[in-house]
């Protein structure tokens, strides 16, 4: 079967599940792993969605693989990454290596989607999924990098008040009250 993020069917929700965990118990780690086995009792359909920036890091995240497979996976790649869907696992050195050690595998029918390998024998098939995005090759890391360094965002990063709202919360290493732009 074809997944296709392009025209979903179900409405998106979006859960506060890891902020009233955070807010009951800030001593504990919030890790993506127990998030999703939480989510899955009460929505058996799951995506994750991450930057292309955050692919390689996800061998560090707790219970990798088998956090791969308890839901679909949704890579968001920024204009000028990798122009070619279909030879995406060649020019990414993580998809190459979870391809080569059989932890995917491409699906032929359908470029730029691999299948991942199930940790349970029983379980339903999970996808692994770039989708190309018209967002500018500049991570949110790249922008808290330099708002750390500067104090300002990299020109036409931010919206005005997008940025004034992390001013006003002391987010992303700005002071909190600082207003002005």
């Known amino acids: 079967a074809v997944l296709n993020f392009e025209r979903m069917n ?80 060649h020019t990414d050195p993580t998809l190459s290596t979870w391809q080569s050690g059989g932890l995917l595998l491409a699906d032929n029918s359908e470029p730029g989607q691999w299948w991942i390998r199930p ?7 999970k996808a692994l999924r770039w989708v190309e995005t018209r967002a500018p090759e500049l991570s949110s890391s790249e922008i808290r990098q330099a708002i750390q360094r500067s104090g300002t965002p990299p020109e036409g990063a931010l919206r005005p008040e997008v940025f004034g709202y992390l001013k006003r919360n002391g987010l992303c290493g700005t002071r909190a009250g600082e207003t002005t732009l």
């Open 10 to 89: 179900e409405p998106v929700e979006v859960s506060d599940l890891e902020v009233k965990a955070a807010t009951l118990h800030p001593e504990r780690p919030s890790y993506a792993f127990d998030t999703l086995m939480e989510l899955k009792k009460t929505f058996p359909q799951l995506a994750f969605v991450i930057g292309t920036d955050q692919l390689a890091d996800l061998e560090r995240w707790h219970r990798f693989p088998e956090l791969l497979s308890l839901c679909h996976w949704i890579v968001l790649r920024r204009k000028g990454q990798c122009k070619d869907q279909s030879s995406a696992s």
């Open 119 to 125: 940790t349970d024998r029983f379980a339903e098939p």
